[in-house]
């Protein structure tokens, strides 16, 4: 919920996010039960537990997984189709061209030319758009349940389908070069671009997914021809449909529109180089902003690593509400900053821990180092009370609800988990990070926080 | 397939107070936003920022919690509360696991009706922080440029967050005289929203809420904002690499008649599923002018009128085309009907925009606030589209040529270089 919103500003920008975290769009680039009512009676201030909806997996033939999951209560949708492939993926010097890829399935194909996927996306009364991470790129549908099998034909249509025209691949260059002009402009997207790209030095995860300016100049249609081929085919596929539909029906239509398409063999991927820099790194940016943002990172295990889910509490103790460590000694004791995130991402790859603060007009950053040094140092010393450890978890907890209240969300969710180790390990993962013990959360903050591996970026008004 | 008919419970309380609760909702979660018409619209003159100052201290500390007491309280709980500040109204905003809805409440209410006033100086230091970020924004700069433009000294003209002017004038006595006046409970909506029992949820409020005195006194409105009629143009010079440009001039009240024909038109030319609307297809799709381009007619219709406008971010060397291109597709809507099939699509875009709306129980609540507060009918959903369905293209036609004045836009355009405009 936001501190302060002005309701004549539209929501220009919009953008979904599969979980709740900072704004930022410089990892991710967006084409654009039966229960017991419990009316508040006092008691345990525990969450209720909810019940999983049915989730079925299948394996086409030609590779294509489908997961179903029948979620009844709510006349709506969603669908995601996952491709495993996102901006680590480019070869050197062709950052962009996974976002781009994702502009492209946008224009057409011999059955859906330019504009028709959105135009019968709004005649059936859906919303549509897609994601590009550095993982993955990920196109959804939220439409009326009775529209379910619109989304299967276009997905089907584009995945082998997608025409690839010089024309309007330079048409699209424009815009996604329009896309980086906007990036250039937004302070928060600038210095989480630069912390990427200090942090992780030579490894893909540093380039943004939006794309370098100099890169997108340079890419061809060739280029794009070339990324399409290698990546988009039903073996690296994940699609996900939940919401009011019949996990049978789903399964044969499934068949009807991808069981005939070629399942290629997947290419083989480099190995990465190393994930994010092992020493400690600082840049500080002088720009036009008059107000002063901190943006600090340390590396920390992939997704699946067995010690993360630990890692979601953490970021609660340090920064989900007013009465977390990092807010009161930030903005309450301190009064340096106006608010502050502390964030991971799921990634493939090892990544970054990422600790972000938005600084009052005039402070220094360098009183926010001392006191996030000092906050994450509580955290390892294993000081926390029982009642503060109970309070992350619960608000990890209520989180992990949150994500899971929409079809987009749970979809979303079960897509990223399924390319990366398993959606149930997803599932796994979430009821485990909001039950995370004492030795769980103290191990996981005392193996990531480490101040030689710290990488800095601050950016604060030019000549001050 | 439609939403099923949905059971509300609504009281008004003998104070004045108002409450709506219904059950919705997959997961084990209630949400209550709690809704005072105490917004920006009610800021004294020379006290721009008043109502987001007061909005400020209320999770300073309430009753005999301090701020670190209160938000522990909630926190520790697995919920969550904010306050958010605007232009008509300031929302209590809170969300948490079922199980305590009495014990967050309590806390709401104690936040609404007995705030500490602490840490001012603190508060307005924080607006003041927000006013710089509003003001490092190329978009936000362009969007407050053009409400300055068209709603010169009305209210809608600032920003809630204030003028530094106005918030360097504020004192303690002002934040406790505004709260006196403006948090009452005849100036109250509550909505509750989750896995609850309507009924018990309601009482659970109104027990809250029944021995708080109403304030008696009406609400100063301000005066209409007067719509001009000469075309003008506003350019302000920032160091961005994109120029950003809003074109438009007053728009429509919420209750106005055409309000739904409006929508239908903003689905048509500025905002629909994908980039299907008129101008995404045009500047963006076709011309690849721009990644944003939109317009609408109804997103900031209110108790005042709203905005007809239309918004891009492009480059320095595109901006004639971009604006060329705007103004074309304005004067096609005014010029000739949209086809019935774009309106049928339109309409079946906004229907489903519906259920996505009514997903969650956060905008499930927020309708609700919205229907109680403009008296919308709490049967307005169930017949939203058939009323929808009614709308035929001469009704959208009639409703653009009855607004859209060609020849009285304001135009602002906010970039590293000045261009020549004209619209």
Known sequence: ??????????????????????????????????????????????????TRPPIERTLLENGLTLLTVELNDHPLVATVMLYGVGSV????????????????????TREHPAGAIDSVTGRLGGLNNAVTTHDTTSYYFVM???????????????????????????????????????????????????????????????RPVVGEREDIERLSVEDLRAFYAAHYSPSNAVLVVCGDVLAD????????????????????????????????????????????????????????????????????????????????????????????????????????????????????????????????????????????????RRLVRTDVLRARETRLGIAGGLALWEALAGWDVGWAYEEAASGAGREAVVAAARAVFDEEKRSSVWLRPRGR | MAEATRAIARARLENGFRILSERSGSMPLFTALLCVEAGSRYDPPSRHGLSAATAGTLLEGAGSLSSTELALSVESLGAEIDVASGYETVTIATMGPVGCLDDILAIMFEIARAPRFSRLETVLDRQRSEIAEERDDPYQVCQRALFETIYGRHPRARSPSGDPDGIAA????????????????????????????PESAGGLAAARADDWHPGGRPLDDPLPPRRRKVASARLVRMACRQTHLCVGHLGIPLLDSRYEAFQVLDAILGDCAGFGARLAKRLRESEGLAYVVESDTTDTAGLDPGLFRAYTATSPESVGAALGGIREEFARVVDEAPSPKEV?????????????????????????????????????????????????????????????DLEGMSVVAVGPALPSLSI
């Open chain 2, 170 to 197: 504020i004192r303690d006595a002002d934040v406790r005289s505004f709260h006196e006046q403006r948090y009452v409970p005849d100036r109250c909506t509550l909505a509750i929203v989750g896995d609850i029992d």
């Open chain 1, 249 to 392: 029906e789903v399964r044969s239509a499934a068949e009807e529109y991808f069981g005939s398409l070629p399942g290629e063999p997947l290419a083989i991927r480099e190995p990465m180089a190393r994930g994010a820099e092992c020493v400690r790194n600082h840049r500080t940016i002088e720009e036009r902003h008059a107000v002063p943002q901190v943006v600090m990172a340390f590396p920390c295990p992939p997704a699946v690593d067995p010690t993360t889910p630990a890692l979601d509490v953490v970021a609660s103790l340090l920064a989900s509400g007013r009465s977390s460590l990092l807010y009161r000694r930030l903005v309450e004791e301190r009064d340096v900053a106006v608010d502050v995130a502390a964030y991971r991402v799921l990634t493939r790859h090892p990544g970054l821990f990422y600790i972000a603060a938005t600084l009052l007009e005039g402070a220094d950053p360098a009183v926010v180092d001392e006191e996030v040094s000092a906050a994450l140092e509580e955290l390892k010393s294993g000081g926390l009370s029982a009642a503060e450890l109970a309070k992350g």
């Open chain 1, 89 to 108: 993926d480019e070869p050197a010097g062709k950052s962009g061209l996974a976002h781009l890829m994702e502009h492209m399935m946008f224009r057409g």
């Open chain 1, 144 to 206: 009326p349940a009775a529209e379910w099998r619109t989304p299967l034909a276009l997905e089907a249509d584009r995945m082998v389908g997608c025409e690839l025209s010089e024309l309007a691949f330079e048409a699209e260059r424009r815009i996604a070069l329009e896309e980086r002009g906007m990036l250039d402009d937004d302070p928060e997207a600038l210095a989480d671009e630069e912390l990427d790209r200090i942090a992780f030095g030579a490894h893909p995860y540093g």
């Open chain 1, 1 to 50: 919920m936001p501190a302060m919103t002005d309701d004549s500003l539209t929501t220009v920008r919009r953008e979904h996010k599969f979980v709740r975290m900072r704004k930022s769009r410089a990892r991710q680039s967006d084409r654009r039960n039966g229960r017991a009512a419990r009316p508040g009676t006092p008691g345990s201030p525990e969450a209720a537990p909810f």
């Open chain 2, 344 to 404: 049928e699509a339109a309409v079946a875009y906004l229907v489903g925009r519906r259920l996505v709306e009514n997903e969650t129980i956060e905008g499930r609540a927020a309708r609700l606030l919205q229907v109680e507060r403009y008296g919308l009918g709490l049967d307005s959903d169930d017949s939203y589209a058939s009323r929808l369905a009614s709308i035929r293209p001469q009704d959208v036609h009639a409703a653009a040529e009855s607004l859209i």
